[in-house]
Structure formats: structure tokens, C-alpha cells
């Protein structure tokens, strides 16, 4: 695509989605789809030269759903056009700074039915057989939205390719995670693949590493929810046929040393509420500095301080000192540095715990020495 100047902004096209010249041709060829004209909501991947789809979408009115870039901090975007936009300001929305300036996240726990996929592909061939850039995150996507309840094994696959994308791929490059399509668009054809191949019903956790899980939050969450459902989630680290396999315990002793541990409860009867550490949330701590808070709350009553614990160290997010309101449905985290409290937000979103879903965000009122002051 590059030797033959078929590739469009951003170049170079290695090592990711590649958007080529044409790209809008292929997207408006969308409309000519039934399935697009039946579909309320579509998910349509980040990538650039999927901007046209995004586009059409809205312009149809869609709901238009765009995965977080890399799934660092969540699942979708919903993009929400401000009233009576213009033409202008939708194809703004369209474009990576209107995912980020017009759009709310949606996680776990949102009741969407998408009705509609459009993936980026490197290369497709005309039987559906898809080969992305090789980080497996559309697969990974599809995967997620299957165990939230959100597609069905029948809601149609599109990619949108230049002509030249559209190889032979032999059928042992793929494995049972990779998602398989079933229109393909390009500037010039309309590819119905009538492809059969089972597409992925879930997480395959025994392919997922513990290095991938630390790198996105929502798939920790996920694990999370399976593993309290009964659901088998040990992953490809643990496997027994992994070399130097690790025992699902050794993740929590590893979360234990990597993090500082939470530390015994006691009680304090100042202000009536117990605390996780050597002293409460309004004291100063002159050992550890600036301490940054996290704020849990809509905790769900009866419910006990262990299974908050429990919890955080599942998601390698112990913290320094943990201040427990439960009367209240609430909690704060304390952490030692601010990087450390805003990765834990990002990977506790969309906690829950029996059955209600938790708020976790930064503590409004952070003040000097750890002090947090509670409204």
C-alpha cells in the first residue's frame, strides 16, 4: 500500500489499522446494506479509515458505539451529538477528538443490544477469514460483548478494506478467538462471505496472559464477574501445560507484595467508623507524604469490609490504608501517589458487588498528608 501510494494519513500504515485512499467510497457503501438500514445500534472500531462508517452512522441517526483505543480505560463510548448539530459538528464526532469531546462511557453493566459490528481488518479474504494488526483487540471486543449479553452469534461482521487487502489467508493462521466477518466493502465491491466458521462465545481465558489482564482494566473487571459466577477463568500463565505455570494463589501474593498490603481493621470511636490501617483518614501521616484517595461508594447494605477487600485484591488495587464507612455505602482507599490512585479507578470501574454496581472515582476533597475531608 505504501510502495504503491494506495496508503492515506496516517503514514506510514505499519503496524496498524491502515487507512488508504478511497476509504470514504468504501464506508458510504454501508447504507446500500440492509443490515445497516435495520440496525439501531452499531459498534464501529476507532480506526481511521472506519471515520466514514462512524459518520454514516450518525447521520442516520444509530446509536454509534467506539470501543475505547486499546481498552485502557473501559469498554465503549457512546458519542452523543450536542442538540441540532450541524453537518460540520457530526463529522467532528466522527473523528477521534469527537470521541473523546462528544461521547459518555459505557461499561459493563449498560444495557445495549448492538446490532451491528464494523471491524478494521490488515488483511480479509472473500470467505470472512480476518487478520488484524495482531493485538487481538476487535477479537477481544467481540469476545467481551458476547459475555456482556450485547451481540448474538448472528449480529453481522463488516470490514472495510481496500481492494488490494482482499487476499487468500490460509484457514491454519486462524485460531478460535479470531473473529471471522461476513460483508466486506471496498472502494469498488460488495463482499457477502456466507462465512460459518464459529466466531468466538466469549473470553478464552486460558489464552489470556497476566501481563495482557494488567494492561486493560475492563478485562480484569470481566474475570472478575466469571469467576464470581463459577465460570473457569484460569489463564494461559496458570495452565498446567504453560511452561513454569503459576498457581492462580501466586497472583494474589504477587498483588499482595506489588501493592501494599491492607492491614488489620480497628475501630475508632471518635468519629464512629471503623479503619483499615495504623490511622484514620484525618489524621496526618508524616511517614508516607501526600497520600491520594479514592472514593468507593453505592455499596450495597450488609455488605461486609472483607468482600470490599477481597475484591481489591483481586484487582491488585490494596491500598495503603482503607477508611470503612459501610453504614454510609462507603469507603476511601488511600494510595501513595496519584498515578497509582487513577490507575485503580480505571480498573475498578464497573465493580460490583452483590448485584449493585460500586462508584469508584477520586476523592473530591484531596488536602496535604493524606487528610481527606468528607462532605
Excluded at 494519513?9 to 458510504?28: D, E, L, M, T, W
Excluded at 481511521?48 to 467506539?66: H, I, N
Excluded at 458519542?79 to 450541524?86: E, L, R, Y
Excluded at 486460558?206 to 486493560?216: A, C, D, G, T, W
Aim: with cysteine; proline share 6%; aromatic share 4%.
Amino acid at each position: 500500500m505504501e510502495a504503491n501510494n494506495l496508503a492515506d494519513f496516517p503514514r506510514p500504515v505499519h503496524h496498524r489499522i491502515p487507512n488508504f485512499k478511497g476509504s470514504h467510497q468504501a464506508c458510504h457503501a454501508v447504507r446500500e446494506l440492509d443490515v445497516f438500514n435495520r440496525t439501531r445500534e452499531v459498534k464501529v472500531d476507532p480506526d481511521k479509515p472506519l471515520e466514514g462508517v462512524r459518520l454514516v452512522a450518525l447521520q442516520a441517526r444509530k446509536t454509534l458505539l467506539v470501543p475505547t483505543p486499546r481498552l485502557r480505560t473501559g469498554l465503549f463510548n457512546k458519542i452523543v451529538p450536542p442538540p441540532g448539530a450541524t453537518k460540520e459538528i457530526l463529522r467532528i464526532c466522527a473523528t477521534s477528538q469527537g470521541v473523546k469531546d462528544y461521547s459518555v462511557p459505557i461499561g459493563l453493566d449498560a444495557k445495549v443490544q448492538v446490532d451491528l459490528v464494523v471491524v478494521g481488518s490488515v488483511a480479509v479474504s472473500e470467505k470472512g477469514w480476518r487478520i488484524g494488526k495482531g493485538e487481538g483487540f476487535a477479537d477481544m471486543e467481540y469476545a467481551m460483548m458476547v459475555s456482556m449479553g450485547a451481540i448474538t452469534e448472528d449480529t453481522p461482521i463488516v470490514t472495510i478494506v481496500h481492494d488490494c487487502q482482499v487476499v487468500d489467508i490460509a484457514e491454519e493462521l486462524l485460531d478460535d478467538h479470531d473473529l471471522t466477518v461476513d460483508y466486506i466493502l471496498t472502494p469498488t465491491r460488495t463482499i457477502k462471505t456466507g462465512c460459518k466458521r464459529p466466531k468466538p462465545r466469549g473470553i478464552i481465558w486460558h489464552k489470556i496472559s497476566y501481563e495482557v489482564l494488567e494492561r486493560i482494566p475492563i478485562l480484569k473487571n470481566l474475570r472478575y464477574r466469571e469467576k464470581q459466577a463459577g465460570k473457569d477463568v484460569t489463564l494461559k500463565d496458570e495452565h498446567p501445560d504453560f511452561p513454569n505455570a503459576r498457581k492462580p494463589a501466586d497472583s494474589d501474593e504477587n498483588a499482595k507484595t506489588g501493592n501494599t498490603k491492607l492491614q488489620t481493621e480497628s475501630t475508632s470511636a471518635q468519629i464512629g467508623h471503623r479503619h483499615v490501617g495504623n490511622d484514620s483518614l484525618s489524621t496526618k501521616s508524616e511517614t508516607h507524604g501526600a497520600l491520594t484517595t479514592v472514593y468507593v461508594g453505592n455499596i450495597p447494605p450488609g455488605t461486609r469490609v472483607s468482600e470490599l477487600k477481597s475484591a481489591l485484591r483481586e484487582f491488585h488495587a490494596s491500598p495503603l490504608r482503607l477508611s470503612w464507612q459501610g453504614a454510609q455505602g462507603r469507603a476511601f482507599l488511600d494510595y501513595t501517589d496519584k498515578m497509582t490512585a487513577e490507575s485503580v479507578v480505571s480498573s475498578l470501574k464497573g465493580l460490583n458487588l452483590r448485584g449493585q454496581t460500586l462508584r469508584v472515582e477520586m476523592a473530591k476533597n484531596q488536602r496535604n498528608k493524606g487528610q481527606v475531608e468528607i462532605n
